[in-house]
Protein backbone atom coordinates (compact mmCIF):
# COMPACT_ATOMS: atom_id res chain seq x y z
CA UNK A 1 0.00 0.00 0.00
CA UNK A 2 1.31 3.36 -0.69
CA UNK A 3 1.80 6.10 2.03
CA UNK A 4 -1.24 8.26 0.42
CA UNK A 5 -3.58 4.98 0.23
CA UNK A 6 -2.15 4.06 3.99
CA UNK A 7 -3.35 7.98 4.99
CA UNK A 8 -6.58 7.54 3.05
CA UNK A 9 -7.50 4.62 4.86
CA UNK A 10 -6.22 5.77 8.23
CA UNK A 11 -8.35 8.78 7.45
CA UNK A 12 -11.78 6.56 6.64
CA UNK A 13 -11.18 4.44 9.92
CA UNK A 14 -11.02 7.41 12.27
CA UNK A 15 -14.20 9.45 10.27
CA UNK A 16 -16.39 8.32 12.76
CA UNK A 17 -14.89 9.07 15.46
CA UNK A 18 -14.03 12.96 13.71
CA UNK A 19 -17.64 13.16 13.22
CA UNK A 20 -18.64 12.83 16.77
CA UNK A 21 -15.71 14.93 17.88
CA UNK A 22 -16.93 17.80 15.57
CA UNK A 23 -21.09 17.06 16.33
CA UNK A 24 -20.59 17.70 19.61
CA UNK A 25 -18.39 20.30 19.87
CA UNK A 26 -20.12 22.30 16.60
CA UNK A 27 -23.90 20.85 17.77
CA UNK A 28 -24.50 20.62 13.93
CA UNK A 29 -24.65 17.54 12.01
CA UNK A 30 -24.10 18.88 8.62
CA UNK A 31 -21.46 21.21 10.13
CA UNK A 32 -19.68 18.66 11.62
CA UNK A 33 -19.36 16.65 8.05
CA UNK A 34 -17.68 20.45 6.49
CA UNK A 35 -15.40 19.99 8.97
CA UNK A 36 -14.51 16.60 8.69
CA UNK A 37 -14.59 17.08 4.58
CA UNK A 38 -12.20 20.39 4.93
CA UNK A 39 -10.35 18.13 7.26
CA UNK A 40 -9.73 15.38 4.20
CA UNK A 41 -8.68 17.93 1.86
CA UNK A 42 -6.00 19.39 3.88
CA UNK A 43 -4.95 16.17 4.72
CA UNK A 44 -4.63 15.28 1.16
CA UNK A 45 -2.72 18.01 0.19
CA UNK A 46 0.09 17.04 3.23
CA UNK A 47 2.94 15.23 2.13
CA UNK A 48 2.02 11.54 3.20
CA UNK A 49 5.06 10.69 4.68
CA UNK A 50 5.16 14.03 7.16
CA UNK A 51 2.61 12.61 8.47
CA UNK A 52 3.75 10.46 11.14
CA UNK A 53 0.50 10.14 13.31
CA UNK A 54 -2.33 10.43 11.47
CA UNK A 55 -5.07 9.78 13.88
CA UNK A 56 -3.56 12.82 16.49
CA UNK A 57 -2.99 15.04 13.59
CA UNK A 58 -6.47 14.61 12.09
CA UNK A 59 -8.21 15.22 15.45
CA UNK A 60 -5.84 18.11 16.18
CA UNK A 61 -7.14 19.70 12.79
CA UNK A 62 -10.37 19.17 13.29
CA UNK A 63 -10.78 20.78 16.32
CA UNK A 64 -9.30 23.89 14.86
CA UNK A 65 -11.69 24.10 12.03
CA UNK A 66 -14.06 23.65 14.76
CA UNK A 67 -13.03 26.51 17.00
CA UNK A 68 -12.49 28.60 14.09
CA UNK A 69 -16.67 27.77 13.33
CA UNK A 70 -17.38 28.76 16.46
CA UNK A 71 -15.50 31.79 17.10
CA UNK A 72 -17.12 32.75 13.55
CA UNK A 73 -20.53 32.39 14.55
CA UNK A 74 -19.96 34.27 18.10
CA UNK A 75 -18.27 37.25 15.73
CA UNK A 76 -22.01 37.51 12.93
CA UNK A 77 -23.35 40.57 14.62
CA UNK A 78 -26.48 39.49 12.84
CA UNK A 79 -26.90 35.92 15.06
CA UNK A 80 -28.26 35.96 18.49
CA UNK A 81 -26.54 33.48 20.72
CA UNK A 82 -29.30 33.22 22.72
CA UNK A 83 -31.81 32.26 20.04
CA UNK A 84 -29.01 29.49 18.30
CA UNK A 85 -31.28 26.40 18.75
CA UNK A 86 -28.74 23.23 18.72
CA UNK A 87 -29.62 20.89 15.88
CA UNK A 88 -32.56 18.49 16.72
CA UNK A 89 -32.78 14.68 15.65
CA UNK A 90 -36.75 13.58 16.18
CA UNK A 91 -38.15 10.44 15.30
CA UNK A 92 -40.88 8.06 16.47
CA UNK A 93 -39.89 7.01 20.02
CA UNK A 94 -39.73 3.11 19.27
CA UNK A 95 -36.78 0.84 20.27
CA UNK A 96 -35.42 -0.31 16.94
CA UNK A 97 -31.51 -0.60 14.89
CA UNK A 98 -32.69 2.93 13.07
CA UNK A 99 -33.70 4.49 16.98
CA UNK A 100 -30.29 2.66 18.68
CA UNK A 101 -28.35 4.45 15.61
CA UNK A 102 -29.78 7.70 15.85
CA UNK A 103 -29.40 7.51 20.02
CA UNK A 104 -25.44 6.33 19.54
CA UNK A 105 -25.02 9.35 17.09
CA UNK A 106 -27.16 12.07 18.78
CA UNK A 107 -26.31 14.58 21.62
CA UNK A 108 -29.03 15.21 24.29
CA UNK A 109 -30.39 18.28 23.84
CA UNK A 110 -30.04 19.76 27.20
CA UNK A 111 -26.66 19.23 26.77
CA UNK A 112 -26.12 20.72 23.51
CA UNK A 113 -27.98 23.47 25.19
CA UNK A 114 -25.40 24.01 27.85
CA UNK A 115 -22.54 23.41 25.61
CA UNK A 116 -23.75 26.15 23.42
CA UNK A 117 -23.58 28.50 26.54
CA UNK A 118 -19.49 28.08 26.89
CA UNK A 119 -17.02 30.10 24.94
CA UNK A 120 -15.40 28.39 22.23
CA UNK A 121 -12.38 27.34 23.82
CA UNK A 122 -14.17 26.12 26.52
CA UNK A 123 -16.39 24.21 24.87
CA UNK A 124 -13.86 22.38 22.97
CA UNK A 125 -11.79 21.81 25.52
CA UNK A 126 -14.19 19.94 27.44
CA UNK A 127 -15.54 17.89 24.58
CA UNK A 128 -12.24 16.94 23.33
CA UNK A 129 -10.88 16.17 27.05
CA UNK A 130 -14.00 14.61 28.85
CA UNK A 131 -15.66 13.16 26.06
CA UNK A 132 -12.86 12.26 24.09
CA UNK A 133 -10.21 11.42 26.74
CA UNK A 134 -7.39 13.80 24.30
CA UNK A 135 -5.24 15.12 27.00
CA UNK A 136 -4.74 18.62 28.30
CA UNK A 137 -1.43 19.19 26.41
CA UNK A 138 -2.41 18.33 22.93
CA UNK A 139 -5.83 20.37 23.29
CA UNK A 140 -3.31 22.94 24.16
CA UNK A 141 -1.49 22.84 20.95
CA UNK A 142 -4.75 22.98 19.16
CA UNK A 143 -5.77 26.59 21.34
CA UNK A 144 -2.08 27.72 21.33
CA UNK A 145 -2.43 27.93 24.98
CA UNK A 146 -0.58 25.58 27.91
CA UNK A 147 -1.61 22.33 29.13
CA UNK A 148 -3.06 23.93 32.83
CA UNK A 149 -4.85 27.01 31.23
CA UNK A 150 -6.56 24.28 29.08
CA UNK A 151 -7.24 22.32 32.21
CA UNK A 152 -8.62 25.12 33.93
CA UNK A 153 -11.03 26.08 30.72
CA UNK A 154 -11.97 22.44 31.07
CA UNK A 155 -13.15 22.75 34.76
CA UNK A 156 -15.11 25.86 33.86
CA UNK A 157 -17.09 24.45 31.51
CA UNK A 158 -17.80 21.05 33.87
CA UNK A 159 -19.10 22.79 36.26
CA UNK A 160 -21.24 24.37 33.65
CA UNK A 161 -22.51 21.08 32.88
CA UNK A 162 -22.54 18.97 35.62
CA UNK A 163 -26.25 18.90 36.49
CA UNK A 164 -27.38 18.08 33.17
CA UNK A 165 -28.02 14.34 33.17
CA UNK A 166 -26.43 12.54 30.19
CA UNK A 167 -27.94 10.63 27.51
CA UNK A 168 -28.33 7.27 28.24
CA UNK A 169 -28.45 4.24 25.82
CA UNK A 170 -29.65 2.01 28.85
CA UNK A 171 -33.25 0.40 28.08
CA UNK A 172 -34.30 0.30 31.97
CA UNK A 173 -33.76 3.90 32.33
CA UNK A 174 -34.77 4.85 28.69
CA UNK A 175 -38.15 3.07 29.71
CA UNK A 176 -38.13 4.66 33.56
CA UNK A 177 -37.66 8.17 31.03
CA UNK A 178 -40.63 7.45 28.96
CA UNK A 179 -42.73 6.77 31.66
CA UNK A 180 -42.24 10.01 33.33
CA UNK A 181 -42.81 11.43 30.01
CA UNK A 182 -45.65 9.60 29.44
CA UNK A 183 -46.91 10.43 33.10
CA UNK A 184 -46.65 14.14 31.92
CA UNK A 185 -48.92 13.51 29.08
CA UNK A 186 -51.50 11.85 31.18
CA UNK A 187 -52.15 14.36 33.69
CA UNK A 188 -52.01 17.38 31.65
CA UNK A 189 -55.05 15.56 29.08
CA UNK A 190 -56.68 15.31 32.32
CA UNK A 191 -56.27 18.23 33.44
CA UNK A 192 -55.06 16.28 36.91
CA UNK A 193 -52.54 19.03 38.52
CA UNK A 194 -51.74 17.72 41.05
CA UNK A 195 -50.56 14.24 39.19
CA UNK A 196 -48.76 16.89 37.09
CA UNK A 197 -46.85 18.80 39.92
CA UNK A 198 -45.53 15.38 41.25
CA UNK A 199 -44.16 14.56 38.01
CA UNK A 200 -42.52 17.99 37.62
CA UNK A 201 -39.35 18.88 39.83
CA UNK A 202 -40.11 22.14 41.87
CA UNK A 203 -36.83 23.46 40.13
CA UNK A 204 -37.62 22.51 36.61
CA UNK A 205 -36.06 25.06 34.36
CA UNK A 206 -38.12 25.79 30.74
CA UNK A 207 -36.50 27.42 27.74
CA UNK A 208 -38.99 28.42 24.99
CA UNK A 209 -37.66 29.50 21.46
CA UNK A 210 -40.66 31.48 20.19
CA UNK A 211 -41.41 33.45 17.40
CA UNK A 212 -39.76 36.92 19.09
CA UNK A 213 -37.11 35.18 21.10
CA UNK A 214 -36.01 32.91 23.27
CA UNK A 215 -37.29 32.82 26.91
CA UNK A 216 -36.19 31.19 30.31
CA UNK A 217 -37.95 30.52 33.63
CA UNK A 218 -37.77 28.17 36.94
CA UNK A 219 -40.25 26.10 38.47
CA UNK A 220 -43.42 24.71 37.98
CA UNK A 221 -45.59 27.56 37.88
CA UNK A 222 -45.21 28.87 34.08
CA UNK A 223 -45.43 24.87 33.01
CA UNK A 224 -48.70 24.68 34.97
CA UNK A 225 -50.39 28.02 33.65
CA UNK A 226 -49.24 26.27 30.19
CA UNK A 227 -50.69 23.38 31.14
CA UNK A 228 -53.86 24.29 32.14
CA UNK A 229 -54.74 27.35 29.01
CA UNK A 230 -54.55 24.12 26.42
CA UNK A 231 -56.79 21.76 28.56
CA UNK A 232 -60.05 21.36 26.33
CA UNK A 233 -58.23 22.57 23.43
CA UNK A 234 -57.90 20.21 20.17
CA UNK A 235 -54.12 19.84 20.57
CA UNK A 236 -53.28 16.30 20.17
CA UNK A 237 -50.13 14.99 21.76
CA UNK A 238 -47.95 12.47 21.94
CA UNK A 239 -44.59 10.95 23.01
CA UNK A 240 -41.74 11.24 20.31
CA UNK A 241 -38.07 10.60 20.63
CA UNK A 242 -35.47 14.24 20.40
CA UNK A 243 -31.89 13.70 19.92
CA UNK A 244 -32.73 10.13 21.04
CA UNK A 245 -34.48 10.83 24.49
CA UNK A 246 -38.30 10.97 25.06
CA UNK A 247 -40.12 14.53 23.91
CA UNK A 248 -43.28 15.32 23.04
CA UNK A 249 -44.60 16.79 19.85
CA UNK A 250 -48.02 18.66 19.73
CA UNK A 251 -50.42 19.07 16.00
CA UNK A 252 -53.09 21.50 15.73
CA UNK A 253 -56.61 20.26 14.38
CA UNK A 254 -55.30 20.23 10.96
CA UNK A 255 -52.14 18.76 11.71
CA UNK A 256 -50.04 21.34 11.70
CA UNK A 257 -47.31 20.86 14.42
CA UNK A 258 -47.61 23.28 17.15
CA UNK A 259 -44.84 22.76 19.46
CA UNK A 260 -42.05 20.16 20.69
CA UNK A 261 -40.79 19.41 23.70
CA UNK A 262 -37.70 17.84 24.80
CA UNK A 263 -37.68 16.63 28.18
CA UNK A 264 -34.82 15.81 30.71
CA UNK A 265 -35.47 13.48 33.48
CA UNK A 266 -33.64 12.50 36.44
CA UNK A 267 -34.51 10.71 39.84
CA UNK A 268 -38.32 10.27 38.12
CA UNK A 269 -38.83 13.76 37.33
CA UNK A 270 -38.59 15.95 34.55
CA UNK A 271 -36.41 18.03 35.23
CA UNK A 272 -35.39 20.18 32.35
CA UNK A 273 -37.73 21.40 29.19
CA UNK A 274 -36.85 23.19 25.64
CA UNK A 275 -39.53 24.03 23.75
CA UNK A 276 -39.82 25.04 20.52
CA UNK A 277 -42.99 27.06 19.28
CA UNK A 278 -41.77 29.23 16.69
CA UNK A 279 -44.26 27.76 13.69
CA UNK A 280 -41.05 28.94 11.15
CA UNK A 281 -38.98 26.91 13.27
CA UNK A 282 -41.05 23.69 13.28
CA UNK A 283 -41.89 23.62 9.54
CA UNK A 284 -37.90 23.36 8.55
CA UNK A 285 -37.50 20.55 10.61
CA UNK A 286 -38.77 16.99 9.60
CA UNK A 287 -40.87 15.51 12.26
CA UNK A 288 -43.15 12.67 12.39
CA UNK A 289 -46.59 12.70 11.30
CA UNK A 290 -49.58 13.06 13.78
CA UNK A 291 -51.28 9.95 14.70
CA UNK A 292 -54.05 9.13 12.85
CA UNK A 293 -57.97 10.25 14.04
CA UNK A 294 -60.25 7.64 15.69
Known amino acids: MTPEASLAATFEQQRPRLLAVAHRVLGSRADAEDAVQEAWLRLSRQDAESVENAAGWLTTVVGRICIDMLRARSSRA ?155 TRVVARRVSVNGEPGILAWGPTGRPLGLMACTVDDGRLVGIVSIVDPRRLARMSLPEPPAAD
Do not use: C, N
Not at 103 to 132: C, Q
Not at 191 to 211: H, N, S
Open 78 to 232: EVAPAADLPELVVTEDVDSPEDAAVLADSVGLAMLVVLGSLRPDERLAFVLHDMFAVPFAEIGQILDRSGDAVKMMASRARRKVQDVPPPTGDRRRKQEQREVVDAFLAAARDGDFDALLRVLDPDITWQRYTATGVTVGTGTDGIVSAVRRGHG
